[in-house]
């Protein structure tokens, strides 16, 4: 099976700052990665598709990239509606494996 | 556009079976263009696929809990359901059932709002 890790787990930023969100998969997966945001009590929602592709409706300050094994999700400007936990996922192959999340706090 | 609510037992007593049902609405089950999945959150916890179902009932099972699932479609009823057997306070965790696209590349969307399964006596 394909195991998923994400660094860091957790991270507190301020509004405005831009943020990272690092994802490793076991082995190739090609572009099969996705990204999800969880708002506490709420269904995880997809951000970003493929790598790289923007869910509609996602605002543009998301960007996926990354190739192989290594990925990031990267917000350029941190807003007060995107302290969540993200998780990535690999779609290459059955176990669907998502990655223990990150969570975004307020610093 | 695609709509999923899930639907069952809030409370399963340890060693019994889970039983749950998610109804599709704003689409038909039998799509060629998806599987439809089932992904857990235990409490405070990240997420953990349980398994998929095509229409025509073909599956794809985490191994992990593949000796106690048992995914079923109903193409009648435009809805599928997820058993999980002798269930333990491990299982406690809320059950979302979701879209997932059957060609690459591919995805969780959408989700329904889940629902929370505690298995206690």
């Known amino acids: 099976d394909i195991q998923m890790t994400q660094s860091p787990s957790y991270l507190s930023a301020s509004v405005g700052d831009r943020v990272t969100i690092t994802c490793r998969a076991s082995q190739s997966i090609s572009s099969y990665l996705n990204w999800y945001q969880q708002e506490p009590g709420k269904a995880p929602k997809l951000l970003i598709y493929d790598t790289s592709s923007l869910q509609s409706g996602v605002p543009s300050r998301f960007s996926g990239s990354g190739s192989g094994t290594d990925f990031t999700l990267t917000i350029s400007s941190l807003q007060p509606e995107d302290f969540a936990t993200y998780y990535c996922?690999?779609?290459?192959?059955?176990?669907?494996?998502f990655g223990p999340g990150t969570k975004v706090d307020i610093k | 556009q695609l709509q999923l609510q899930e639907s069952g037992p809030g409370l399963v007593k340890p060693s019994e079976t889970l039983s749950l049902t998610c109804a599709v609405s704003?689409?038909?089950?039998?799509?060629?263009?998806?599987?439809w999945g089932w992904i857990r959150q235990p409490p405070g916890k990240g997420l953990e696929w349980i398994g998929n179902?095509?229409?025509?009932?073909?599956?794809y099972y985490n191994p992990s809990l593949k000796s106690r699932i048992t995914i079923s479609v109903d193409t009648s009823k435009n809805q599928f359901s997820l058993k999980l057997s002798s269930v333990t306070a491990a299982d406690t965790a809320v059950y979302y059932c979701?879209?997932?696209?059957?060609?690459?590349?591919?995805?969780?969307?959408?989700w329904g709002q889940g629902t929370l399964v505690s298995v206690s006596s």
């Open positions: 179902i095509y229409y025509s009932g073909t599956t």
């Open positions: 996922q690999q779609s290459y192959s059955a176990p669907f494996i």
């Open positions: 704003g689409g038909s089950i039998s799509s060629s263009s998806y599987y």
């Open positions: 979701a879209t997932y696209k059957r060609n690459y590349p591919t995805w969780f969307d959408p």
